[in-house]
């Protein structure tokens, strides 16, 4: 065997450039599967997909004539393999379900490091380019369309103060939030009002903890954003 055979080099290089340049995209943003990850999936899908593109190599001691190769059915497992890859990366936080883009990451580095493995490098390059522009363009369009947004709010006050949850919500609504329903809770000194409130822009946290904590009445708060 021919360790520097064109056929078994570029699908190599290509796998693991391809993966580098999809998990350093990853690593920025703080995603669960980073530069690693994505190199090394890549790399394994382009690995098993030479060791089924060319297995007649390595069945060197079967007769021909019963030998059938169909590369498809390698492919289909590892693309399988990959969806329980992806589910790890998939975890609730709260209201919000987090890692979904990272196991899309993942499952399109699996396919480009296919691609790669069956020789298809102009489809794998192109599919390289394309993914690394959509989640480049996340960035914008994140900021430009709408979207709803979750805060955890939490005002603690002392017990027997004229603070009821009329002011509650009206506080909320001077600074664009709307609390449907509100837990209230008390012990022996304090007590608390807590929601979660739905914004359709973003809501001026700075503003309502200045006027929280201007508050006399007012012994502490939480705020809390949804992580996204």
């Given at each position: ?122 489809l794998a390059v192109g599919g390289t ?91 502490g708060f939480t705020i809390r954003p949804?992580?996204?």
């Open positions: 065997m021919d360790w520097f055979d064109p056929d078994f080099v570029w699908p190599v290089v290509g796998s693991v450039v391809a993966g580098a340049l999809i998990g350093l995209e990853r690593q920025y943003r703080g995603a669960p599967a980073g530069f690693r990850t994505h190199i090394l999936v890549s790399l394994a899908s382009g690995l098993l997909m030479l060791a089924a593109v060319h297995q007649v190599r390595w069945l060197s001691d079967t007769p021909s004539e019963i030998i059938r190769i169909d590369p498809v059915r390698m492919a289909h497992g590892i693309l399988t393999g990959i969806g329980f890859l992806g589910a790890g990366v998939i975890f609730r936080e709260g209201m919000t379900i987090r890692g979904l883009t990272t196991a899309a990451s993942l499952w399109i580095t699996s396919a480009i490091g296919t691609l790669y493995g069956i020789g298809f490098y102009g380019v394309v993914t690394l522009l959509v989640l480049a363009a996340v960035t914008v369009t994140e900021s430009r369309l709408p979207q709803r947004a979750y805060v955890d709010i939490t005002i603690r006050y002392r017990r027997g103060s004229a603070l009821g949850e009329a002011w509650f919500r009206d506080t909320l609504k001077a600074h664009g939030a709307h609390a449907s329903k509100v837990a209230i809770s008390a012990d022996q000194e304090v007590a608390s009002f807590e929601t979660t409130v739905q914004t359709h822009r973003a809501l001026s946290t700075e503003g309502l903890a200045a006027a929280l904590s201007e508050d006399a009445e007012v012994v949804h992580a996204t």
